[in-house]
């Protein structure tokens, strides 16, 4: 569509500014109510992908946004589903975007609204069912399609991102929309926007006094692309870094001045939280506390030394602040930082390190030689620096983020505010979409893999060489360990195991059990050079995450 073509659709209108804004993949399950919104996006050029569930459609675009994001492009996924059950099926998703900052065009189709008054079938107000778990809500109208299209993107990128539901009736859809396509709108850019004014001053006196500085950085600075000027802020001051999980790797975490994640482990908890009580300079740099545990709620005294940057408003009530700077955080961060001089040395009593080398022994392989600690290092050691990593919801998540090093930003990808089960095989196969290049490892629990088994064959369809391990405990272990510390029987949380390797090759992939860490290492490197997916149940057995966390 161009922009002298007032004669094309409305669908083709929606696709034709979805494309404009970047967009390259869509994915979901089609109906009759959306074909046309399915046909329009595949003639802008816009690859549609086939799914098994909505729920996955969600989570591969969220994969392909992280590899293009990291490439420093800002397009929103894009999730299409049909009216009625496509829309319900698709909620999970949706609501795991609102609260993990994701950007996310979902595209629904609806029959007009003179048919809705006297058909019922499949019908229910998709609008009001989503508006809970949408930044907003749209349905679509003759004469208006780009404007809403235009707000819609924009709205999906803005801020902290998230998704927007674009609700399309099949004659809008299907009909002449009458407008031509119009040029990309500019848009307000609020990283750039610097703090200034008298926080600004006060934050930097307070930070260059500081003999114990500490910075937590959190999921709004990924999605701002700050990672290389919060790594050379922290070298030039020596500040060392916390990060939430989704924030893994804005400094890598080899580095002397990295504590790696936090969010979930009692385990790291008790080495970290200390660490803010001494702290005399706190530094908040796009930290939403959405992704952290209670024991995160109130982690400092009301008048602590705090310096957050945000470029939102903070409504979360979780903590408080000193010192607010209203900026984009690699703006603000270098007008905080300039002038000061690094100290000769922060943290005198050597409490950073030491923490590092505590939360090295907290979360170290198993010296029995196997378990799920064995897992994680061994294919981290064995598997190329720039692999990235995604994780399910569940016991082995939290161990996996302890102890998974990343050395650059959106290198671990997981559900870490919503915490759904299901997400890691799509985001993970979404990301080898976007950047097949790149190896992708997919850590997830039986439980999880069952949750979303039919991906497996939209993996094989898309013939990508994406690595699956499984840690088989045939149990939801997170959810027995505090079932049983609460002092309850067993119930509704074991199960019976699953040939795993035997459904992969039922479904077109390479599967093998997995009972030691050689053999692990040896299939690892074997899946790097095959051309199809890979799937390593790994049998670590039932409990064997107590202690672990």
């Known amino acids: ?31 009759g109510e959306v074909l046309a919104l399915m046909g329009a996006l595949d003639k802008a050029g816009i690859a549609f992908h086939l799914v098994k569930h909505e729920n996955a459609g969600g989570f591969m675009a969220e994969g392909v946004w992280h590899a293009e994001a990291r490439r420093g492009e800002a397009a929103p996924g894009i999730l299409l589903a049909t009216l009625g059950p496509g829309v319900a099926n698709a909620v999970n998703v949706v609501a795991n975007a609102f609260q993990d900052r994701v950007p996310l065009i979902f595209l629904t189709g609806c029959v007009d609204g003179r048919e809705a008054e006297t058909y019922t079938h499949q019908i229910f107000d998709h609008q009001q069912l989503l508006r809970p778990v949408v930044k907003a809500s749209f349905r679509a109208s003759p004469g208006a399609i780009g404007a809403m299209m235009d707000k819609a993107i924009r709205i999906a990128l803005e801020g902290q991102p998230g998704p927007v539901h674009v609700d399309v009736p099949i004659s809008v859809a299907e009909g002449d929309c009458g407008e031509p396509l119009s040029p990309r709108p500019p848009r307000l850019d609020a990283r750039r926007m610097v703090a200034a004014g008298p926080d600004l001053a006060a934050a930097r006196e307070l930070l260059s006094a500081a003999l114990r500085p500490l910075a937590i950085a959190g999921v709004d600075a990924v999605n701002e692309g700050a990672g290389a000027e919060i790594a050379d802020f922290c070298r030039k001051l020596n ?48 930290y939403d506390p959405i992704e952290m545990r209670i024991n995160w709620r109130a982690p400092w005294p009301q008048d602590a030394p705090v310096v957050e940057i945000a470029c939102v408003p903070r409504d979360h009530g979780m ?12 703006p603000t961060l270098s007008a905080l930082g300039a002038g000061l001089a690094a100290p000769h040395r922060t943290w005198p009593d050597g409490e950073i390190a030491a923490a590092r080398a505590a939360l090295a022994t907290r979360f170290a392989p198993e010296p029995e030689g196997w378990g799920p600690a064995t897992v994680f290092r061994t294919l981290r050691e064995v598997l190329p620096a720039e692999t990235v ?32 089960m299901a997400c890691a095989l799509p985001l993970g196969m979404g ?37 699956v391990c499984v840690l ?19 119930v509704g949380v074991d199960f019976q195991g699953t040939d795993f390797p035997a459904v992969a090759r039922a479904l077109g992939g390479y599967g093998s059990w997995i009972d030691d ?33």
């Open 239 to 286: 500040v060392p870094l916390l990060t939430s999980y989704k924030a893994k790797g804005l400094l890598d975490e080899v580095d002397a001045l990295s504590l790696g994640g936090a969010g979930l482990s009692p385990g790291a908890d008790a080495h970290l939280l200390p660490l803010l009580r001494q702290s005399d300079c706190i530094l908040l740099l796009g």
């Open 389 to 420: 990593a995604t994780a399910d919801s569940g016991a082995h998540r939290i161990l996996a983020s302890q102890m998974w090093t990343v050395p650059f930003p959106r290198g671990m990808l997981q559900s870490s505010a919503l915490c759904t």
């Open 472 to 490: 088989v405990d045939e149990s939801l272990s997170l959810i027995e360990m505090k079932q049983r510390g609460s002092g309850r029987g067993n």
């Open 431 to 467: 990301h080898a979409l976007a950047e097949p290049e790149r190896p992708v490892v997919v850590f997830v629990g039986d439980a999880g893999l069952e949750m979303g088994l039919g991906e497996l064959a939209t993996l094989r369809d898309l013939a990508l060489p994406v690595i």
């Open 517 to 549: 860490a050689g053999s692990l290492a040896g299939e690892a490197r074997a899946a790097l050079g095959r051309k199809g997916f890979t799937l390593l149940a790994c049998r670590i057995g039932r409990r064997a995450y107590d202690g672990k966390f």
């Open 319 to 330: 903590h408080a602040v000193r010192h607010l700077l209203a900026g984009g955080i690699a």
């Open 1 to 31: 569509m161009t922009s002298e073509d007032r004669g094309a659709s409305g669908a083709a209108l929606i696709a034709a500014k979805l494309r404009q804004a970047g967009c390259g993949h869509a994915f979901g399950i089609p109906g």
